[in-house]
């Protein structure tokens, strides 16, 4: 997809959210609109634009949010914890 149009509606979304909140959060809703609506393919290449160039183009609410994006894809997944289960009492069935 072109890089202009993806860089648009980033920033359309970002409008969107910061008219409803502050900065940080219009950011972060930005970013999870991002991760459950778009295409992995497009935001690939908008971590990679960014990678490359910073997120010039973007808006302050867009760039954070893709901020926020390019740092957990570089996390490592967090494993789920597991729940504390209590031993079997002794003697009870085999």
């Not at 910061?18 to 940080?24: H, K, L, S, V, Y």
């Not at 010039?56 to 914890?81: D, I, M, N, Y």
């Amino acid at each position: 997809m072109n890089i202009d149009l993806l860089i648009k509606m980033t920033n359309e979304i970002g409008e969107f959210f910061a008219g409803t909140t502050d900065t940080e959060a219009a950011a972060e809703a930005v970013a999870n609109h991002l991760k459950r609506y778009w295409e992995p393919r497009m935001r690939a290449q908008m971590l990679s634009y960014y990678e490359q160039r910073q997120g010039a183009g973007l808006s302050e609410v867009g760039k954070k949010a893709v901020a926020l994006l390019h740092e957990a894809a570089k996390s490592p997944p967090v494993a789920p914890h597991a729940p504390d289960v209590a031993p079997p009492p002794k003697g009870a069935g085999a």
